[in-house]
């Protein structure tokens, strides 16, 4: 699996948009790109993945650049529960018996 | 039905003991896996079961022997563990198959500290 390249800490102000940017120069044409995270002391849960096109769910937005060798998570109005640390993982399509091999992350402070 | 369960949440054992961890998931998914994660560091792969068959084992110490007694358990056997082996273990699920990504659903784990 490629790496990942995330900044270590990122603030947001409550309501404002989050952008989290995550590089992965060595990605491959078959990798997706996935985005998980993790609150304190619970489970990673997962957020959104894409491959080639932007993608937007329920709780984010993923915007891949064109060449691909990198990408931007946007949470669109953060909340103070959106504190937590982001992880960006780049994966082969269709590896589901296989591990998610987890970078340092993105500790995002959401604050009032 | 998009839970992962584990089992306990907490767990204090001596470093004679045996204990067990539990993981259940009524999804229908027969990929599972156990993460071990320290603290302030990030998720670190164990074990991966695919179709109730051990598929990868990354170099883990005897001391921790998985088991997938059927499609929706996995258990995590735990035996003469050492104080370093103290930290949180996450149990994960995906559908198995090869025709498109599929996300990893991950339980709440049990934080397990070795006296």
């Known amino acids: 699996d490629a790496k990942t390249t995330q900044p270590t800490s990122m603030d947001c102000a409550e309501g404002r948009a989050a952008n989290l940017p995550c590089n992965h120069s060595t990605i491959s044409g078959n990798e997706y790109v996935y985005w998980y995270r993790q609150i304190h002391s619970q489970g990673p849960q997962y957020i959104i993945h894409?491959?080639?096109n932007n993608e937007t769910n329920e709780m984010a937005s993923l915007i891949i650049t064109e060449d691909r060798k990198s990408s931007t998570l946007i949470l669109p109005h953060a909340t103070l529960r959106d504190t937590a640390v982001y992880y960006c993982i780049v994966r082969v399509r269709g590896q589901a018996g296989t591990a998610l091999i987890f970078g340092k992350g993105t500790t995002l402070s959401v604050s009032s | 039905d998009t839970e992962v369960t584990q089992t306990p949440k907490h767990l204090v054992m001596g470093m004679t003991n045996k204990k067990s961890l539990k993981c259940e998931q009524h999804?229908?998914?027969?990929?599972m896996y156990w993460y071990k994660q320290k603290a302030k560091k990030p998720p670190e792969l164990m074990f991966v079961y695919s179709y109730e068959k051990l598929s990868i084992n990354e170099s883990v110490p005897s001391r921790f022997s998985p088991e997938c007694p059927n499609s929706s358990l996995l258990n995590l056997h735990l035996h003469a563990l050492q104080p370093e082996d103290s930290a949180l273990y996450l149990c994960a699920s995906s559908i198995h198959g090869t025709s498109g990504a599929y996300e990893q659903y991950f339980g709440p784990g049990t934080r397990l500290t070795v006296t």
């Open positions: 999804m229908g998914h027969r990929a």
């Open positions: 894409g491959l080639k």
